[in-house]
Each structure stands twice: as structure tokens, then as C-alpha cells.
């Protein structure tokens, strides 16, 4: 069982930045690929970059890459969303996953484990 705790969300405008971190429970955590996910009001969610259990495999939604960098700290059981250049269509909830397995995937059905969300809001 893992639990996901997301934070760093808030408002901002567009251009600047934010950095997201989601905390992991439990003594597997290194065991895990982690994704980061965001949901737009009246939208299906996304996928927006996800990592391997090691940090060396990465990979982005084509809309974020440039401007969003995912990296992981295993020994503090944390990945984090780096996110520069925003955008109002980035404004969303993002959500942290996780997936038993060491290759980083795209899709939401192969995510084990979610998150609560935390709200990104970018003005214009």
C-alpha cells in the first residue's frame, strides 16, 4: 500500500513558476514509477510526465515538454513537478501516481496508487 500527499499548487501567473512535490508512504517507495497527472474543469484527466524507480527514464506529455522537468529524491520518499513557463492552459488539479515497476508509462489504467490533487492556477 502506498499513500500519495501532493503540494505546492497555488496561483500564479502565467510565465512564472511553480514546483509540486508529492510525498510517498511506506518503505517501497524506490520500487515504484511515479507519474503526475492534471485534470482540467469539464476535461478527462492527462497524463503529463512520469519517471522510473530510479530517476534515469523520464518521459513528458508533448504540451509540457521544455517547460516541466520530473525528478525523484528516493530517499526522502518524494518526486517533484518542476514547472516553468506557465501557461492559463496549464490551470488544473494535478494528481501524483504511482506504478509497481521500473518503466515510466503514459497511461492512467496502469497507475496503482493516486493522490488527493493539488489546484494549479495560472493567470493571464
Known amino acids: 500500500q502506498v499513500q500519495l500527499v501532493e503540494s505546492g499548487g497555488g496561483l500564479v501567473q502565467a510565465g512564472g513558476s511553480l514546483r509540486l512535490s508529492c510525498a510517498a508512504s511506506?518503505?517501497?517507495?524506490?520500487?515504484?514509477?511515479m507519474g503526475w497527472f492534471r485534470q482540467a474543469p469539464g476535461k478527462e484527466r492527462e497524463f503529463v510526465a512520469a519517471?522510473?524507480?530510479?530517476?534515469?527514464?523520464?518521459t513528458y506529455a508533448d504540451s509540457v515538454k521544455g517547460r516541466f522537468t520530473i525528478s525523484r529524491d528516493n530517499p526522502k520518499n518524494t518526486v517533484y513537478l518542476q514547472m516553468n513557463s506557465l501557461k492559463p492552459e496549464d490551470t488544473a488539479v494535478y494528481y501524483c501516481?504511482?506504478?509497481?515497476?521500473?518503466?515510466?508509462?503514459?497511461?492512467?489504467?496502469?497507475?496503482?496508487?493516486w493522490g488527493q490533487g493539488t489546484q494549479v492556477t495560472v493567470s493571464s
Open positions: 501516481a504511482a506504478k509497481r515497476g521500473v518503466v515510466p508509462t503514459t497511461q492512467i489504467w496502469e497507475y496503482d496508487y
Open positions: 511506506g518503505r517501497t517507495f524506490s520500487t515504484y514509477s
Open positions: 519517471i522510473g524507480w530510479s530517476g534515469g527514464m523520464t
